[in-house]
């Protein structure tokens, strides 16, 4: 692994379903990140993790859950998938401690969400 | 007001030429600014980082007004390859909210033969 990965690349679900989205990174970042991006509404951050063991709402939380049971692996859980969470899901990570390496993300290359 | 607001374009851009545009943000005790790079159905990618007044690297310089609570972004001598979405990018203060970041829409440039 190098970087950041995300699986799957993409799905396509049932309203209804259950759906875990994964999320590895190797670079021992402290910080990860959940963000979804849609059209017009750019990217908006639904759950971060500042250490393992900890996790934190973001802009738009509802409907998706996180853990953080170690350092590199961050899932995304969508509990019930509906269609309004159909969107692209980009998994970030990075280091912590100072406003200018929160601002120093490395991104997965996304997961292509589409929910019928 | 949106916290960061972008122009979204398109700029189009004859090759070689130069292009600039800017990022609004509200928030006046943000200390630090990133521009992101994004391609078409890819992941963004950071490109450059503003502390103080501005930043350069090769052809791109950024620029910050602190007073006008802005920043820029010029890309000289404008290639094919610099054709994408220019994300501007806001840290939230840390201290009151952590490792929390605002992404503007974006501003897509196009550059053409």
């Known amino acids: 692994i190098a970087g950041i990965t995300q699986a799957p690349t993409s799905q396509i679900l049932a309203a209804g379903r259950r759906m875990t989205l994964r999320c590895t990174q190797d670079?021992?970042?402290?910080?990860m990140y959940w963000y979804r991006q849609d059209l017009g509404l750019g990217l908006r951050l639904i759950h971060y993790s500042n250490t393992a063991g900890t996790t934190g709402k973001g802009e738009v939380p509802d409907g998706y859950s996180v853990s953080r049971a170690n350092t590199d692996d961050f899932p995304l859980t969508l509990a019930s998938a509906v269609p309004s969470q159909t969107s692209v899901y980009f998994c970030?990570?990075?280091?912590?401690?100072?406003?200018?390496?929160?601002?120093?993300?490395?991104f997965g290359p996304g997961t292509r969400l589409t929910v019928l | 007001r949106k916290e960061v607001e972008q122009d979204p374009g398109p700029f189009n851009v004859p090759e070689g030429a130069t292009v600039a545009f800017n990022c609004t943000y509200s928030n006046s005790a943000s200390q630090s600014f990133f521009w992101y790079r994004q391609d078409c159905r890819k992941e963004p990618k950071l490109l450059m980082s503003?502390?103080?007044s501005g930043n350069e690297d090769g052809r791109f310089t950024a620029q910050l007004n602190r007073a006008s609570q802005y920043i820029s972004l010029l890309i000289r001598d404008s290639k094919l390859s610099d054709s994408a979405t220019y994300l501007c990018v806001v840290p939230l203060p840390f201290k009151a909210a952590g490792n929390k970041l605002t992404f503007g829409g974006g501003t897509r440039v196009l550059v053409k033969p």
């Open positions: 503003v502390y103080s």
């Open positions: 970030a990570s990075s280091v912590t401690g100072s406003e200018v390496s929160v601002g120093e993300q490395f």
């Open positions: 670079m021992r970042h402290n910080a």
